[in-house]
């Protein structure tokens, strides 16, 4: 079954613990991306990969890395977490912005 | 940059009327222009999607959008909304960055509720 997924689901951490979100896809798609969804502001595109080892900062990309070293995994680093990257994080995936995005369940992020 | 204006933050109709939600972009050349559906506690899903071949698109579960370019909107409808319908909709372009590489772009969404 084509799927992106992400772990964890759910994840309530302290201010300053590093975290790692990890999404990973199967359909072989070079474009992934990661975007947080807050209430009022709808979805904001944090990091995007064009394809491995090809990455660019979306529109809010403050406070986190990313990494493409295999073409399924995407993985988001906070490397310092703050109680304003609480948020819902979903990551997606497909053959580029032209086709269509494929979405993970979402993360649901609480940092204290 | 390119924008994604949806009006309306909150829709509310009556089982089996007219859904009309509106969606505006900045473009200077016709972009890629989608439709996504979010259902409560769930990722979004594709609804349709503008590719230039025709301006009348219509997508999944009875809905349909109308690319007009003179208005630069890209409006989504459906005849008669079902309560199955209650969900969050966004409208999306995508669009070339500075780098050369592309990035899609998202309104702020628009939350459809129908009422029985």
């Known amino acids: 079954e084509a799927q992106v997924t992400q772990n964890p689901r759910y994840l309530i951490t302290v201010t300053g613990k590093k975290l790692t979100v990890t999404c990973s896809q199967n359909m072989n798609h070079e474009y992934m991306s990661w975007y947080r969804q807050d209430p009022g502001l709808g979805l904001r595109q944090i990091y995007y990969?064009?394809?491995?080892?090809?990455?660019d900062k979306g529109d809010v990309p403050e406070g986190y890395k990313v990494s493409r070293k295999e073409k399924r995994n995407f993985p988001l680093i906070l490397e310092s977490p703050s109680p304003n990257q609480t948020s819902l994080y979903f990551c997606?995936?497909?053959?580029?912005?032209?086709?269509?995005?494929?979405f993970g369940p979402g993360t649901r992020l609480t940092v204290t | 940059a390119q924008s994604v204006t949806q009006l309306g933050s909150h829709v509310s109709v009556s089982e089996g009327a007219l859904v009309l939600l509106r969606c505006n972009y900045s473009?200077?050349?016709?972009?890629?222009l989608f439709w996504y559906v979010q259902y409560p506690n769930q990722g979004l899903q594709l609804l349709l999607k503008y590719t230039s071949a025709a301006t009348l698109v219509k997508g999944i579960n009875g809905f349909e959008a109308e690319f007009k370019k003179s208005e630069t909107s890209f409006h989504l409808t459906k005849p008669s909304a079902h309560m199955s319908d209650a969900a969050e909709y966004f409208c999306a372009v995508s669009e070339l960055s500075q780098g050369g590489s592309e990035k899609l772009v998202f309104g702020k969404g628009t939350k459809l509720t129908v009422n029985p």
């Open positions: 473009s200077s050349v016709p972009p890629y």
């Open positions: 990969s064009m394809n491995v080892e090809v990455t």
């Open positions: 997606a995936s497909s053959f580029s912005t032209d086709y269509e995005q494929y």
